[in-house]
């Protein structure tokens, strides 16, 4: 009895080590988590004031080259801003919004630059440097919200599900909408764009919330004991979806499903990586066979690339008998180098699915399309969106220039107007 009794102990010491273990890993995966969305938070703040500045400087000159290193400037600046604003851990909506603005600001200044119609700049930039001077104190005392929290992850990841009206950024949202509305009005493309993006086009039958969680095992089989919480979108949410978030000993993370028809919109999971590494070629296999499980059959391997960690993958939606790729549908997938587990889904593009028109395409002699001294060296159908947010079906053609460092090109252009629609450097 005294030997039952010494095992029983002995047991429940060593459960006591290995339950504080992993509560140290999850504190401490917590807190690294929690450092980066501040990083994330105090970078976003500093972009938009230098963005500010910088569209305010814009407005100084008549001087044509003066203008232009501005204008690029500002180009530069909201895309990289809009990269930030992507990772914030705040409502999609208000990250949907910002991202908008920011995207406008950006074409408009690479228009101008294009175009050469500065006045027409001077006239909406005037109004713009004052809204974002505005935006900027908005979002400052919204932000003092995470600051508040004392790294608590968990009440602040709950922000990103929170009804805006209960929200610090209710505020920012309404500022920013506002400023979409009047600054930028939508043109009759644009609007039916917006339509898309909001998901308007799903029809499926709604899910509940016990059916959303089931919907995740089946996704994620390796996880499926994992203690979960699932909150759903705000009434006012462009889309209605379940944000569930999960623990499962060191791992934690979160998965978006749509109420209309279980869709996977977004999986995260964070945890540490071992260095051992699988196969490509397992990976691409892991990664074919979960697009098969979550029902997106409909797409091909577009590009790979890797890190120290992981292999991100995208995947995108094929069209017609010559299987032309659908760019803006699209799906990113990471994918653990260690042991193939999946890390991160982003299948909101996908979702929104376009809409392909008919089009006539008119096939190009490249001999003759190309100067002597350039080689075709592959050509592929693809749908891109033009200047006017049109989708349209290009060749897709990677040039090589015959020279002393044979640059490579990746052209676009125009199935059926043979009009180049891009033109860049890749190598």
Not at 75 to 92: C, E, F, G, H
Not at 229 to 240: E, G, I, L, Q
Request: charged share 30%; aromatic share 10%; with cysteine.
């Amino acid at each position: 009895m005294k030997k039952f009794a010494y095992l029983l102990g002995l047991f429940v010491v060593i459960l006591a080590f290995v339950s504080f273990d992993l509560f140290t890993q999850n504190k401490d995966l917590e807190r690294a988590v929690y450092a980066t969305q501040s990083r994330d938070l105090s970078a976003a703040t500093e972009k938009l004031s230098t963005l500010h500045t910088t569209v305010e400087q814009s407005l100084l000159f008549k001087d044509e080259k003066a203008l232009n290193n501005e204008l690029d400037s500002i180009w530069r600046m909201s895309s990289d801003l809009r990269k930030t604003v992507a990772n914030l851990p705040i409502q999609a909506e208000v990250q949907n919004e910002w991202m908008r603005y920011l995207g406008k600001i950006g074409d408009n200044a690479k228009q101008a630059a294009a175009t050469g119609d500065y006045e027409n700049w001077r006239n909406k930039m005037g109004t713009v440097a004052s809204n974002l001077h505005s935006f900027a104190e908005e979002w400052n005392i919204a932000t003092v919200a995470f600051y508040e929290n004392d790294g608590n992850l968990k009440k602040w990841s709950t922000n990103q599900t929170t009804n805006l009206k209960d929200s610090p950024f209710m505020n920012v949202s309404k500022q920013l909408k506002t400023y979409n509305e009047t600054d930028f009005p939508l043109t009759a493309s644009e609007s039916d764009y917006e339509k898309k993006r909001e998901l308007q086009h799903l029809k499926d039958k709604k899910i509940t919330k016990n059916e959303a969680i089931q919907k995740f095992k089946n996704f994620f089989p390796n996880i499926d004991d994992s203690i979960v919480t699932v909150t759903k979108s705000s009434d006012d949410a462009p889309y209605p979806f379940y944000h569930i978030q999960f623990i499962h000993g060191s791992k934690i993370g979160y998965a978006d499903i749509t109420e209309s028809g279980g869709h996977l919109l977004s999986f995260l999971l964070e945890r540490p990586v071992k260095k051992d590494a699988r196969s490509h070629e397992e990976i691409l296999n892991t990664a074919k066979s979960f697009m098969n499980k979550v029902g997106y059959t409909d797409v091909k391997l577009s590009e790979s690339r890797e890190n120290h960690e992981a292999w991100h993958l995208v995947f995108t939606r094929v069209h017609g008998d010559d299987e032309a790729l659908i760019y803006p549908d699209s799906i990113q997938v990471k994918i653990a180098k260690d042991n193939a587990e999946i890390l991160g889904v982003n299948a909101m593009e996908y979702i929104q699915e376009e809409k392909i028109k008919e089009q006539s395409e008119v096939p190009i002699d490249w001999d003759k399309f190309f100067a002597d001294h350039v080689g075709v060296e592959q050509v592929q159908k693809i749908y891109t969106g033009n200047g006017n947010l049109e989708l349209r079906k290009c060749y897709e053609v990677i040039a090589r220039l015959d020279n002393k460092t044979q640059d490579t090109y990746r052209v676009v252009i125009d199935a059926e107007t043979h009009e180049v629609i891009k033109n860049e450097k890749v190598f």
